[in-house]
């Protein structure tokens, strides 16, 4: 696996859709080799993540507790990632 990809089960308090829709965005600009799609090629890779976080949200449901939390926070939970969107929406 990709150590650049989010583990989100485990989470506490649980992974968020905005969490969800996020890894499956980076899983999917991975998979396509693609970082900065732009048009068709943007609206084709949305289209894919969105399917991938809705199929991710109900594995997350179905899947039992883990024994230990992840390793690494999600980067929508780190303090300077929070802020920097924060600004954006502002700006």
């Known amino acids: 696996m990709c150590r650049n990809i989010t583990e989100l089960r485990g989470l506490d308090p649980p992974a968020t859709s905005i969490e969800i ?3 499956a965005m980076q899983f999917v600009r991975k998979v396509t080799g ?12 949305q289209g894919a993540a969105k399917a991938i976080a809705a199929v991710t949200e ?4 179905r899947l039992p507790p883990r ?4 390793r690494t926070v999600p980067p929508l939970r780190l303090p300077h990632v929070r802020d920097r969107l924060l600004q954006k929406e502002k700006g």
């Open 21 to 23: 829709e996020a890894a």
């Open 34 to 45: 693609m970082s900065r799609p732009t048009g068709a090629n943007l609206t084709e890779l």
């Open 67 to 70: 024994r230990q939390p992840p």
């Open 58 to 61: 109900g594995l997350l449901t």
